[in-house]
């Protein structure tokens, strides 16, 4: 299984993990026992994906079966935008903790740049983008304090490294002024409509580790007018991702894949499905020329699927 090192303390970090986005509760304990047996070692789950209780479950049945040891995870969560006051970061991430059952973190990502209205778990866990009444109620949490409240939990032992997701790189810039410790990883939209060339390199070259999400595309997110199927080709349809992989004999997904991770960039595919766990898992097998590279690259058009400003209208932060 390749790796890379990313964070302060030199963590070593499989290139594919497991990402947990969209599993419903009642079936991720399956799912992630599932994916521990087929051989994943890194698991990228979040407090609004409602699904760490079930996580939580399946890694621990996997510990109590012998598949795996705590120290040969790497878990990924996520501080969710109603959390970002300093005093509530604390309070959160215990109870985060709890529901996956662990004592720490090896990567607490800020989820996004955006600091929302407090809603008390006990009203409604997780709480997502909507205060009350489908209302969006900004909060007042700077980046910085909330920033600062997540360094604090490095100190305590309760994350190993921390980082953030959805960043631009004018907002990454603005944060490498004043943090103590350095973001290890940056999680963000990344496939070859939307390849964020400058992103990447400014995030690698500041010794930030780069984590794609929607290496597929996105086509289960909220449509627009952009991103409609009838407007966008799937990129496992793609000719030139199909041409590609026929050449190298590999499905069109693990080119995909690959077309990150040779790159250094880790990804974190979700399927329930054992074969294409198994896919994706080996994805890092083959090396794909550079001419390929360059190929699939080429099909960017900044095309965003996961845009807050698409679907609540507002947090125009990519601009």
């Not at 390749?2 to 990402?19: A, D, N, Y």
């Not at 109603?82 to 970061?89: C, L």
Request: proline share 5%; with cysteine.
């Amino acid at each position: 299984m390749k790796t890379i090192s990313i964070g302060r303390g030199g963590q070593m970090v499989p290139l594919v993990g497991f990402g947990l986005w969209r599993i419903a509760n009642d079936s991720c304990a399956d799912a992630v026992y599932n994916a521990i047996k087929a051989g994943y070692r890194l698991f990228d789950g979040a407090c609004d994906y409602g699904n760490e209780a079930g996580a939580g479950e399946g890694i621990t049945r996997a510990i109590k079966d012998g598949l795996v040891k705590r120290e040969d995870l790497f878990i990924i969560s996520k501080l969710w935008n109603t959390y970002h006051e300093a005093h509530r970061v604390e309070e959160i991430v215990s109870k985060q903790l709890a529901d996956w059952q662990v004592d720490y973190f090896d990567l607490y990502l800020m989820h996004f740049p955006i600091a929302l209205k407090y809603v008390p778990p006990a009203v409604r866990y997780p709480p997502g983008w909507f205060y009350e009444d489908n209302r969006v109620e900004p909060g007042t949490a700077s980046i910085q304090e909330t920033w600062q409240a997540m360094e604090r939990l490095v100190d305590q032992g309760s994350a190993k490294s921390i980082g953030v997701s959805n960043f631009s790189g004018s907002l990454l810039m603005d944060l490498l002024r004043y943090a103590r410790i350095p973001p290890a990883a940056l999680q963000i939209e990344l496939h070859p409509y939307l390849a964020q060339n400058h992103l990447v390199q400014f995030a690698q070259e500041n010794g930030i580790a780069v984590i794609a999400f929607s290496s597929f595309g996105g086509l289960s997110y909220p449509q627009s007018e952009k991103t409609a199927p009838e407007k966008v080709l799937s990129l496992l349809e793609h000719p030139a991702i199909v041409s590609i992989a026929e050449r190298v004999h590999q499905a069109p997904s693990q080119v995909l894949l690959r077309w990150a991770t040779q790159r250094g960039i880790l990804v974190i595919p979700r399927s329930t499905s054992t074969e294409r766990m198994g896919l994706n898992l080996t994805s890092t097998a083959f090396d794909l020329e550079e001419d390929d590279i360059k190929k699939i690259s080429s099909l960017d058009i900044g095309l965003r699927f996961n845009d807050p400003m698409q679907f609540l209208g507002q947090f125009p932060i990519y601009y």
